[in-house]
């Protein structure tokens, strides 16, 4: 816990999310393609091992959300602090710390701004942006 909350991309200005798994790494971030393990050019380095279909992050407060679905992923948000507001398929769920949502395939869904919270998201059967569909 003290490492993410102590990483930079989960501070005020950030992006607000930090990839620990993931199926590939986009251009914007170094990595050579034959290494298993990319360690981001922060002060204390959390690595991201590439897996194929399936990608874990912990985000905050801070990422910005869209309201989208997934044609084959299926995502699981685990609130490890704070609270956090999530809308599936047009109902809104509480979260407090230690509960978790299962987000299945084809269900729009959008985490709601709101008090600072700290999450973490497993996604299986993940394609990346090439399973992100957008409300039309």
């Not at 989960?10 to 620990?20: I, T």
């Not at 971030?29 to 290494?35: A, F, G, H, N």
């Not at 299945?104 to 869904?109: D, K, R």
Request: glycine share 6%.
């Amino acid at each position: 816990m003290d490492s993410f909350k102590n990483d930079p991309n989960l501070k005020v200005g950030s992006r607000g999310d930090r990839k620990l798994l993931v199926t590939t790494v986009f251009k914007n971030e170094s990595l050579i393609d034959t290494e298993d393990i990319w360690h981001p050019s922060i002060e204390k380095p959390n690595p991201v091992q590439k897996m194929v279909d399936t990608e874990v992050a912990i985000f905050n407060h801070y990422a910005e959300q869209d309201r989208h679905y997934h044609k084959i992923g299926t995502e699981m948000y685990m609130l490890l602090e704070g609270e956090m507001s999530i809308e599936v398929e047009e109902k809104v769920y509480n979260l407090l710390p230690g509960d978790m949502i299962v987000v299945n395939p084809e269900s729009f869904h959008k985490v709601l701004s709101g008090t600072e919270f700290l999450c973490r998201v497993v996604t299986v059967n993940c394609h990346g942006s090439a399973d992100k569909y957008m409300e039309s």
